[in-house]
C-alpha cells in the first residue's frame, strides 16, 4: 500500500523537548503537519530542542480543538492504551491518517475518543514517551506501507559525514 498523507495532533504536550523530537519524526516519515491543544508548549517551546528546525518545515500549529484540525478526508485514529484498543501490529494504516497522541502525564480525553475513527495501541509493558510512541507509530505505517528500498534513499537521507557502503565480499570458495 501507498500511504498518501498523514498528520499529527497532540493533546497538550508538556515537554518540548519531546515534541521537538515528534517534529523530527514528523520530518522523516514525511508526516504534512502537527497541532497541539493547550498552554503547556506554548509557554516552554523557547527552550526546545528541535535541531533539525523541523518547525520552520513542518506546519505546526497551535488549535483548540485536534476535532476542527483533522486534515479533509483523514482518518483519526488515538493513540492510547485502553481497553477495546487494536493492538498496532495488528492495525491497517489509513491512507490518510490524523494520529491523535496524549499528553506525557496523562490520557487522550474520552471526548476525543468518542470521534476518532480508530484506537490503537502499542503492546509494551507500561507506557511510552511520547516522542518515541509517535516514532514508533510512524515507523509501523513506513513498514508496512510500500517504501523506496533502494540505496537512494541512504544517500539521501544520510548524514554528509557518512559515506560508508558495506564492502562486497570478494572472497571465492
Not at 516519515?29 to 503547556?40: C, H, I, L, N, W
Not at 540505496?151 to 570478494?170: C, E, F, L
Request: with cysteine.
Amino acid at each position: 500500500m501507498v500511504y498518501t498523507q498523514s498528520a499529527i495532533g497532540l493533546v497538550n504536550p508538556k515537554n518540548p523537548v519531546n515534541v521537538a523530537s515528534v517534529l523530527r519524526a514528523a520530518g522523516c516519515y514525511q508526516a504534512s503537519a502537527v497541532f497541539y491543544t493547550g498552554e503547556r508548549y506554548e509557554r516552554a517551546k523557547e527552550f526546545y530542542a528541535d535541531t533539525k528546525a523541523m518547525h520552520k518545515v513542518i506546519n505546526t500549529s497551535a488549535v483548540t480543538d485536534l476535532q476542527q484540525a483533522v486534515p479533509d478526508g483523514a482518518k483519526t485514529v488515538v493513540i492510547e492504551l485502553v481497553e477495546g484498543a487494536i493492538p498496532l501490529p495488528d492495525f491497517v494504516h489509513p491512507d490518510n491518517a490524523f494520529y491523535v497522541f496524549g499528553p506525557e502525564d496523562g490520557s487522550v480525553p474520552a471526548s476525543v475518543l468518542a470521534w476518532a475513527d480508530e484506537v490503537v495501541y502499542i503492546p509494551t509493558k507500561g507506557c511510552m514517551n511520547l516522542a518515541a510512541t509517535v516514532n514508533v507509530v510512524l515507523y509501523d505505517r513506513l513498514a508496512k506501507g510500500d517504501f523506496d528500498r533502494s540505496d537512494d534513499v541512504i544517500r539521501a537521507s544520510r548524514d554528509t559525514n557518512n559515506q560508508h557502503r558495506i564492502p562486497k565480499n570478494n572472497s571465492s570458495s
